[in-house]
């Protein structure tokens, strides 16, 4: 019996394509609107590394550029921080900002597997030696196992595991705007944080960039574009350029997944299905991909039973460790500004070393 993977977004294609490599047979359902837009996405080293093991190194390396430097700044353009992002990762990780669009075309090329598009997934059931999906027209088919890459709002989560936690709103903040632009003339990753919100720019070509622009302290995004101009309208020139170029404007809610539960039976969770975290260290596709990498070891000697658990025992502890970075980095975005910009050139470099640190190292595998 083969795998279904519910959902062909990175995670879902990540995990096919794991799978394939292990010669484990797959299909994947997707209901047909998977979020690419014209957006872009920040791939950290250990994202590249996951890629890298997935076999799309030389392929990721055509996409999108490098990021060598990041920048930490205040709303009056002073630099509070830099990392050499280049030392940090290394030749083989470095980091890199991809269109989604792009990431998502590299992941399904030469995918050795059905991509059944449109099909939606109503409801997942373990079974006994499996797992039994319902689609949308009411036909049900039963599968060895399958793996919930839906994201967010995860039918899988929902209807495998009555007993998860769905999604909350961050801590970061309600909902965020991303974009793309002209390059104002910045040349790494540069955030400029006040007491409005935070405003992150990513080189994305030599000529574009990528912005995600946020509230810090769970604050109200309003999802009508003058927020961002009436919030940053008085940061430094290269965001107010930004701010005249917009295109692919893109509002969405930030929402995190926090369960105690992965799997049921032949049933399991990867991605955003299982963890979605605010974007604060940009582990959702390195998570993804990690999740897939980790499923298809377990999967790939052909004994089925207890996968599941397996599978969350390996990966949980790398997914909290996100977890609680993500929370601290909150906690102190929230602080009264003046105490933000005087303790970020202290602690700021401590928290990248501290985040990234064990995430370069392997993760866990059977
Ligand atoms: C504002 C924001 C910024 C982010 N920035 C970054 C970043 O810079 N770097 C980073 O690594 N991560 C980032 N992330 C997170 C990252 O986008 C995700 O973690 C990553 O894309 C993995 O998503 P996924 O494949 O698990 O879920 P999704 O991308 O949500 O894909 C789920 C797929 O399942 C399909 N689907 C859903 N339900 C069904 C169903 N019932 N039947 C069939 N198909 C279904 C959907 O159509 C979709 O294609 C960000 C997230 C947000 C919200």
Redo the contacts with the bound molecule.
């Keep these: 019996m083969d795998v279904l993977v ?9 995990t096919a394509r794991a799978l394939r490599r292990r010669d484990v047979p797959v299909t994947v ?7 690419a837009g014209g957006l ?5 080293g250990n ?1 590249v590394t996951a890629f890298a093991a997935l076999g799309l190194a030389d392929g990721l390396r055509k996409l999108g550029r490098t990021t060598r430097r990041r920048e930490y700044r205040s709303a009056r353009d002073r630099l509070l921080f830099a990392v050499d992002e280049d030392a940090f990762w290394g030749p083989e990780a470095r980091p890199r ?1 991809v269109r ?1 669009s792009d990431l998502l075309a590299l992941l399904a090329d030469g995918l050795d597997a059905p991509v059944r598009r449109p ?4 409801a997942v059931r373990p079974v006994p030696g499996g797992a039994e999906a319902t689609f949308a027209d009411g036909s049900r088919q039963t599968f060895g196992l399958v793996a919930g ?8 989560r929902a209807t495998a595991m009555p007993g998860a936690t769905g999604p909350k709103t961050a801590l970061l903040s309600a909902a ?1 705007w ?1 974009f793309m632009a002209p390059n104002p003339g910045i040349d790494g990753w540069t955030v400029w944080s006040g007491k409005g919100g935070a405003f992150l720019l990513i080189p994305v070509d030599d000529d574009t960039v990528y912005g ?1 622009a ?1 509230a810090t302290g769970g604050a109200a995004v309003s999802a009508d574009a003058s927020w961002l101009h009436n919030t940053f309208g008085d940061y430094p020139a290269p965001v107010r350029r930004v701010l005249d170029g917009l295109t692919d404007l893109y509002h ?4 995190e997944v926090r369960t105690g539960t992965w799997a049921s039976g032949n049933c399991v969770l ?4 299982a963890h ?4 604060v260290w ?7 991909v990690e999740d897939g990498l980790v499923l298809a070891d377990l999967l790939a000697d052909g004994d089925w039973d207890g996968a599941g658990a397996r599978y969350e025992q390996l990966r949980r502890e790398r997914v909290t460790h996100v977890q609680a970075a993500t929370d601290r980095f909150s906690r102190a975005a929230a602080l009264p500004v003046w105490l933000r910009d005087l303790l970020l050139p202290r602690i700021g470099p401590r928290t990248y070393h501290a985040t990234y640190d064990p995430l370069r190292h392997p993760f866990p595998t059977p």
Excluded at 6 to 14: C, D, E, P, S, T
Excluded at 40 to 44: C, F, G, K, M, T
Excluded at 252 to 255: A, F, G, Q
Excluded at 276 to 279: D, F, H, L, V, Y
């Design positions: 519910v959902g062909g977004g990175i995670a879902g294609l990540a359902a997707e209901r047909g609107d998977t979020d872009a996405i920040n791939l950290p994202a900002c989604r099909l939606t997934v109503t890459a839906d994201g967010v709002h995860s039918v899988v965020s991303r995600y946020s969405s809610p930030v929402e990867v991605g955003d299905a979605a975290t605010a974007p940009a582990q959702g596709a390195a998570l993804a």
